[in-house]
C-alpha cells in the first residue's frame, strides 16, 4: 500500500516530485499526482527510509538517511527531467527545502505544505483530532486520511522508540531554518489555522527568512495536519497546478 508511485507523461512538461512527511506515506499524494498528471507533467512519489514498514524500522533511520534518498532520487529522476518541481507535506517541506537548494540546476519551484518550523503541543485540535483516531470507524474521513498517510506500523509496546525519529526531526527543522535565506527558487506555502500539529507561526518565519526568492502563500481554515475537506482540497490543487505551470515563464 505504502509504495512509491511514477505517472510518466509523454508531453515531458516537466516532473512534480511528492515527499511525505514524518510516518508519512507516498499515497497521500495520489490525488495531486493525478491533478497534476492530467495536466501534461510526470509525477513522483517517493518513499522515505524507515517509512513503509514497522515502528523499529523507523525508529533507525536518521535525518541524514531521508535527506540523502530525497538527494539520490533527485539526482537520478533530472537525468530524464530538466524541470523539477518539488511538494513536501510537513517533514518533506523541510527535505524539499534543502533538497532545491543542493540540486538548484534542477529544481524550479517548492511547494510546501504544513512546513514544521513552528509546532503545537497539546492543544484543544490536537486532543480532538487523536480522539477521532482512536475511536471512530474507518469510514469516518478524518480517520481514514490519518490511516492513508500513515506507513508506520504502530505498536503501543515500542512508543520509546519514537525519542529517536523524533529527535531527528528537531535537528532537521533547526538545520532548515539555517538553510532558508539560501532558496532562489519560487515558493508556495500552504498552512491551516486548524492544524493540530504545524502552527501558522511557520508561515511567518518563512516569511521572514525567504528574502531571496518569490514567495506566495495561503492559509486555509478548516483543514487538519493531514485531512483536508473537499472544498480547501481543491483549494490546494488550483495552487499547486499554478505554481508548475509558471515553470519555464517570466515568472522566473
Known sequence: MHEPFFLESPAKKGLVVFIHGFMGSPQQFAGLAQSVHAMGYSAA???LPGHGSTVKEFSAATMENWQDHVHAEIGRLSCGHADICLVGHSMGGLL???????HSGHV???FLIACPFKLKYLSVQTIKTKLQQAFYRKSNPVKSAYLLGNSVTLSPSLIWRFAKP??????LINI???NLHKVRVPVTAVYSSSDEIVSTDSLEMLKNRLNQAPFESMTLS???HAYYPEQERSLIEAALINAVSQVGTDYF
Open 176 to 178: 532548515t531554518k539555517d
Open 222 to 224: 478548516d483543514s487538519l
Open 166 to 171: 523524533t529527535a531527528e526531526l528537531y535537528r
Open 108 to 110: 524550479r519551484c517548492l
Open 45 to 47: 512519489s517517493l518513499l
Open 96 to 102: 524539499a527545502i534543502n533538497t532545491a537548494i543542493k
